[in-house]
């Protein structure tokens, strides 16, 4: 099995060096790497371009395409799986690590198991300490779904699994430009239900949490509108699917609470994800939640059927 590894690239200059040699010394030999420059604003190309040099064996197999702006992780991401012509893709955030055996340890898996996606253990890494394993969910597909259509619960991260190039036929339309945060829930909420899923519970990822410029680390309205958005498209994925499942509908209302906790209306979430609830459950969580009055009595029965619907 050939496998292309895509790193988006923004702001990880400080970053890139240790990511990028922890991918060129990978056990597995038939790995292409994509990158893709969002128009960073520092040194990250360069500090690669040089890490490159010290991998004379994998240069050949190193691509860096270029936003010609700075178009976010939705559009770079959607950009990035239009790269892959192998037979596996795997993605890596370019301020990350993976041990020396990480896609060959997961090639294996999906070889033993035929699976379209293998998920793998990680540890969160910062300030150049490990913190404890990881591990996958364990268990049917159906209920782990579930605990991601829940939000917070599962884990729906995209990194730390490998993927089978045809999972792109069944869902083309991966990612979305300008849906830059909650791309990996939007992701991962439409891709489970069509396709196959194993796991192994060796260390694949070093997940880095002391990078305070990341992606993930922005905040405000704009986040708060790309998550709006996320839920939308999952919401539109399931309607024509026929039905909203219950614990979808737990992850919808989630929205409204970070509507509240960021102190934005909760006419925000009516507007950008125009969310009609289906359940009785639902439809008496989002009245409470609509009456500033009673909200804590929405929030109260809202915690208490996340809990059974997750289960």
């Not at 990350?96 to 055996?101: A, F, H, I, N, S």
């Not at 958005?229 to 992850?251: Q, S, W």
């Not at 979430?269 to 459950?281: C, F, K, N």
């Not at 969580?285 to 289960?311: E, Q, V, W």
Request: net charge positive; proline share 5%.
């Amino acid at each position: 099995m050939t496998v292309t590894i895509l790193i988006p690239i923004y702001g990880v200059e400080r970053y890139i060096a240790d990511c990028a040699d922890s991918l060129f010394s990978q056990t597995y030999p038939d790995i292409e790497y994509v990158f893709c420059d969002d128009s960073t604003p520092d040194g990250s190309i360069r500090v690669l371009e040089k890490a490159i040099q010290r991998y004379p064996e994998r240069r050949n197999a190193v691509r860096i395409i270029r936003n010609e702006r700075n178009s976010g992780i939705g559009m770079t991401r959607a950009r990035l799986v239009k790269e892959v012509r192998t037979d596996c893709f795997f993605f890596a955030d370019s301020d990350d690590l993976l041990p020396r055996e990480a896609i060959a340890t997961l090639v294996k898996r999906m070889k033993e198991t035929g699976t379209d996606i293998v998920d793998g253990a990680y540890r969160e890494y910062s300030d150049g300490k490990e913190g404890p394993i990881q591990l996958p969910f364990h268990g049917n597909k159906d209920a782990y779904l579930n605990r991601i259509l829940c939000q917070s619960i599962g884990t729906h991260q995209l990194w730390g699994r490998l993927y089978k190039a045809s999972v792109l036929q069944k869902l083309p339309n991966m990612f979305f430009d300008g849906i830059d945060c909650a791309e990996d829930f939007c992701a991962m909420a439409r891709l489970l239900p069509l396709v196959s899923r194993s796991w192994t519970d060796e260390v694949v990822y070093l997940y880095r949490t002391d990078n305070r410029t990341s992606y993930t680390k922005d905040a405000g309205e704009k986040n708060v509108r790309s998550c709006l958005r996320a839920n939308k498209e999952v919401l539109r994925f399931y309607h024509l699917r026929g039905h909203l499942p219950f614990p979808l509908e737990i992850g919808l209302l989630n929205a409204y609470r970070i509507c509240r906790g960021n102190g934005f209306p909760l006419s925000l979430a009516d507007d950008i994800m125009g969310y009609v609830p289906e359940h009785y459950r639902a439809r008496l969580i989002c009245r409470l939640f609509h009456k500033p009055t009673l909200y804590n009595i929405g929030d109260m029965f809202y915690r208490l059927f996340r809990l059974s619907s997750a289960l």
